[in-house]
């Protein structure tokens, strides 16, 4: 009897503590971080030395081995970035490669109008390096953006400033030095230049999420941070079907620590899904998404 009554104990206390959290979080303001490292290989990414992004992996979620690209879809930056900010293929978007021509993308809008469909005093601020993205993807529904060409700091840098300094609700940041890397020397995790501008990012990227922790309302805020990267490479290219080019990372990592966990395949599209949940955003659009949510609600 002894025994039974102090099992009740412990599973009340543990009840006690989840309920706890479900409470503390839900009085915080949800944001996202979603950072894109165009022509990141995964294979790659776990060879190259990323203290940053390993502590983010090790409070969440490494996916290896999801999918950019099904159907035959080019392994292009153009459908790429489409599938992953939309959360459809092309065959929807209409996107097919890096002409642009035939986009959908007024009737398959990014993940940020879709949130404002529920919740119009959303914030959404971009960092681009690839100005495409801007252009053709988000059009004019962010609320600031910048584009840069240099591949150095200076776009971690005011990324960083602006995350410091700004009343946001999610950001979006594209770093395009992996990709220039892979085309100039190759795609493959033995090339050295390679995986340096990898560690490269890495650095930014460890920049960037220090600024969030150090926000003056952090405290109050409930941050949901995704990578990823909207292809992989092959040689000294992408564009086709082979795994190389079709394998991408996703990490994910939510403020309260909790496992987040898949047992099925996952894909590019799977993010803007993952994104509603996170904000609680149920909209008319969600219904034509093709892909699903990687963590609970």
């Given at each position: 009897?002894?025994?039974?009554?102090?099992?009740?104990?412990?599973?009340?206390?543990?009840?006690?503590?989840?309920?706890?959290?479900?409470?503390?979080?839900?009085?915080?303001?949800?944001?996202?971080?979603?950072?894109?490292?165009?022509?990141?290989?995964?294979?790659?990414?776990?060879?190259?030395?990323?203290?940053?992004?390993?502590?983010?992996?090790?409070?969440?979620?490494?996916?290896?081995?999801?999918?950019?690209?099904?159907?035959?879809?080019?392994?292009?930056?153009?459908?790429?970035?489409?599938?992953?900010?939309?959360?459809?293929?092309?065959?929807?978007?209409?996107?097919?490669?890096?002409?642009?021509?035939?986009?959908?993308?007024?009737?398959?809008?990014?993940?940020?109008?879709?949130?404002?469909?529920?919740?119009?005093?959303?914030?959404?601020?971009?960092?681009?390096?690839?100005?495409?993205?801007?252009?053709h993807i988000f059009g004019n529904t962010l609320d600031y953006s910048e584009t840069f060409s240099k591949y150095d700091e200076s776009m971690a840098v005011?990324?960083?400033?602006?995350?410091?300094?700004?009343?946001?609700?999610?950001?979006?940041?594209?770093?395009?030095?992996?990709?220039?890397?892979?085309?100039w020397f190759g795609f493959k995790s033995k090339i050295g230049r390679y995986t340096k501008s990898i560690e490269q990012v890495?650095?930014?990227?460890?920049?960037?999420?220090?600024?969030?922790?150090?926000?003056?309302?952090?405290?109050?805020?409930?941050?949901?941070?995704?990578?990823?990267?909207?292809?992989?490479?092959?040689?000294?290219?992408?564009?086709?079907?082979?795994?190389?080019?079709?394998?991408?990372?996703?990490?994910?990592?939510?403020?309260?620590?909790?496992?987040?966990?898949?047992?099925?395949?996952?894909?590019?599209?799977?993010?803007?899904?993952?994104?509603?949940?996170?904000?609680?955003?149920?909209?008319?659009?969600?219904?034509?998404?093709?892909?699903?949510?990687?963590?609970?609600?």
């Amino acid at each position: 009897m002894y025994h039974e009554n102090m099992v009740k104990i412990k599973v009340a206390r543990r009840f006690i503590v989840l309920l706890s959290i479900f409470y503390f979080l839900e009085g915080k303001e949800k944001k996202l971080l979603l950072i894109g490292i165009d022509g990141c290989r995964s294979d790659a990414l776990q060879i190259a030395s990323t203290p940053n992004i390993d502590n983010i992996i090790d409070e969440g979620l490494f996916i290896s081995n999801a999918l950019c690209s099904i159907n035959g879809q080019k392994t292009k930056s153009g459908p790429g970035w489409a599938s992953l900010l939309t959360g459809v293929w092309a065959d929807k978007h209409g996107i097919v490669d890096n002409s642009f021509k035939g986009s959908n993308i007024k009737e398959y809008p990014p993940f940020n109008v879709l949130i404002r469909e529920a919740k119009d005093s959303l914030k959404t601020a971009a960092f681009i390096m690839w100005e495409p993205i801007l252009e053709h993807i988000f059009g004019n529904t962010l609320d600031y953006s910048e584009t840069f060409s240099k591949y150095d700091e200076s776009m971690a840098v005011k990324a960083s400033k602006y995350i410091s300094t700004t009343k946001l609700d999610a950001i979006f940041i594209d770093f395009d030095h992996v990709d220039r890397s892979g085309h100039w020397f190759g795609f493959k995790s033995k090339i050295g230049r390679y995986t340096k501008s990898i560690e490269q990012v890495d650095t930014y990227i460890g920049w960037i999420y220090e600024a969030i922790t150090k926000r003056g309302t952090y405290a109050n805020e409930d941050w949901l941070v995704i990578i990823t990267s909207d292809h992989g490479g092959r040689n000294r290219n992408h564009g086709g079907q082979s795994l190389e080019e079709k394998e991408v990372p996703i990490i994910i990592k939510r403020s309260n620590n909790k496992q987040v966990s898949i047992s099925s395949q996952a894909y590019l599209t799977d993010i803007v899904p993952t994104i509603l949940d996170h904000f609680d955003v149920s909209v008319k659009h969600k219904v034509g998404l093709e892909g699903i949510s990687l963590i609970d609600p």
